[in-house]
């Protein structure tokens, strides 16, 4: 269908948790095929300076299995550009805590330039990748 709406939502979706979850849900009702583009360990070590615990294919069959999603591809390029230019989606879906941030303005700014809307959903705040990294490596129970 001509029609479609095609939206893509990048991630590392490393060590997969409810906030990942609830971005794809969300991403899910911004379009009518949702792209997820999985962070490759290189990217994720050149943006947060650590490689994910779990494995690059491992993270594509967690995320292409999540219901909402009807495509995952690995993102290897530290552009988003690069990545629109390959699959030229409608809609790039970022979590909320970009909204207003120097990254997120860039973002809107480049993508607006090619037509592209960028849409904000909620980021689940009590959980990350982050966070549970670091209670593992501490050994705590989780709170």
């Given at each position: ?12 979706f490393d060590l997969f948790h409810i906030g990942h979850l609830n ?84 973002l809107e700014s480049d993508f607006a330039a090619v037509g592209v ?27």
């Open positions: 269908m001509a029609d479609r709406r095609v939206g893509y939502a990048p991630g590392v971005l794809l849900r969300n991403a899910a009702g911004a379009c009518d095929h949702l792209i997820a583009g999985v962070v490759t360990d290189e990217q994720a070590m050149r943006a947060k300076g650590i490689r994910p615990v779990v494995p690059l294919e491992e993270r594509l069959a967690i995320v292409e299995s999540i219901r909402f999603v009807d495509e995952a591809v690995p993102e290897d390029t530290p552009h988003k550009m690069d990545m629109w230019e390959r699959l030229h989606f409608d809609t790039i879906i970022k979590g909320d805590d970009w909204k207003g941030t120097d990254r997120g303005d860039k809307d960028v849409v904000y959903v909620p980021y689940t705040v009590q959980t990350s990748s982050t966070m549970l990294r670091r209670v593992i490596q501490r050994g705590l129970d989780v709170p």
